[in-house]
């Protein structure tokens, strides 16, 4: 918004138009044994709590998961410890996926 504020408006624009199409080119690549379905992890601000949000999510087969409010402060020291080691392997097979010619 011109505020800066995110909106429903502008939540339902992004997934549509930003984040579905992401989820939508990823999968075009992955082999045909893979499951499809996407994670999407929200920190649960009410712009992101919308039926069409909701709609678009389940008919694209992606699973939704929304942080407690007011919790970040206990979570962020995770990425420290214990998603650190996630995160690397994460990146490690991203970069060996890249390597493979796999986008």
């Known amino acids: 918004s011109s505020k800066g504020w995110m909106t429903t408006q502008l939540w339902e624009e992004y997934t549509s138009k930003t ?42 087969e992606v699973d939704v998961i929304i942080l407690l409010s007011h919790s970040s402060h206990l979570l962020q020291p995770l990425d420290r410890t214990c998603h650190a080691v996630f995160k690397q392997k994460l990146r490690q097979l991203g970069r060996d996926t890249h390597l493979k010619g796999r986008p």
């Open 19 to 60: 984040f579905l199409p992401a989820v939508a080119e990823r999968r075009a690549h992955l082999p045909p044994a893979v499951s499809h379905r996407a994670l999407f992890v929200l920190d649960g601000h009410i712009s992101q709590k919308s039926d069409k949000f909701r709609t678009a999510m389940v008919q694209q």
